[in-house]
């Protein structure tokens, strides 16, 4: 799965949090599948929030700055450091998830096309 949605560490217990439905629609999908790993941005702490699956493996990419243009450059910018650990965990998987539109899912949408790799949008 690679998806732009922000996680965070707990700061108390080390957990991997989210916002809204995105856990639970996690843990669903993780249901189908031996293995779960999710390639998403890291925010600093925010309050609230639900855990991510315990059993899943969370791979933080550092989040890109500003909005629409400047994020775009950003994107741009950090491809060098985005590419190769989306394309790490996209080689691994049997499917991979990609919750279109927006720019992180957009990469792994194109890397998995680019390694053969079944995708789901």
Avoid: N
Avoid at 14 to 31: T, V
Avoid at 37 to 50: F, K, S, Y
Avoid at 73 to 100: F, G, K, M, N
Wanted: proline share 12%.
């Amino acid at each position: 799965m690679v998806s732009l949605k922000p996680c965070w560490r707990d700061p108390g217990s080390g957990e991997w949090r989210a916002s809204g439905g995105f856990p639970l629609q996690m843990r669903a999908i993780g249901g189908l599948f031996a293995e779960v790993r999710l390639v998403v941005i890291e925010v600093p702490p925010e309050a609230g929030g639900l855990p991510l699956p315990e059993d899943a493996t969370v791979i933080p990419l550092r989040a890109p700055t500003g909005s629409d243009t400047r994020r775009k450059l950003s994107v741009a910018r950090r491809l060098p450091e985005y590419l190769p650990t989306i394309a790490t965990h996209v080689r691994w998987a049997d499917v991979v998830h990609t919750p279109l539109p927006g720019d992180m899912p957009l990469l792994g949408f194109v890397t998995a096309l680019a390694l053969g790799r079944p995708v789901v949008a």
